[in-house]
């Protein structure tokens, strides 16, 4: 599955193997959007295989110190870190927190800085909070705080 990164600024640092995004950040991948001010992807090798992998990035604005779209397109995405008022929406759930790390290897998003994520009136927080995506589990860490909500019942 591919991932589509947009913004105000990118800035890409090919001998680093990283794309920084800066100002009004969205990222889609399938039905998970992930909003923030800042976020940072970290790519595998240029030079390593790249066919027939499922995530790969996407850019879908002109960008500042590239050459071309395949310059990033073309690159295995390893891990994004999403900084600065994140707010991440999937089909079955929402959370907010100030940092969010995507893990590729893991498939795995772990929400830190006063995470709190909701799911069909329920809703948790803690100190950390980890999304196993291809598992639909999450993980609540440090003072996990519970509320569930009666069905029906708004705020």
Known sequence: MGTTITSKKMTVK????????????????????????RMVVSFGSQNGPTTNRPDT???????????GP??????????????????IERDNGNATCDK????????KIVLTGSP???????????????????????VVEGGSHVRIEPEGETK
């Open 14 to 37: 090919n001998h680093d193997n990283l794309a920084i995004f800066e100002g009004s950040v969205v990222l889609t991948r399938g039905t998970l959007v992930v909003y923030s001010d």
């Open 57 to 67: 990035l996407e850019v879908a604005k002109p960008a500042v110190n590239r050459k």
């Open 70 to 87: 395949e310059t990033v397109s073309n690159r295995a995405v390893n891990k994004i870190e999403a900084m600065g008022r994140v707010k």
């Open 100 to 107: 969010a790390v995507y893990y590729r290897e893991e498939d």
């Open 116 to 138: 709190v994520a909701w799911e069909k009136g329920t809703r948790v927080s803690g100190k950390q909070i980890t999304m196993f995506l291809a598992e639909d589990r999450s």
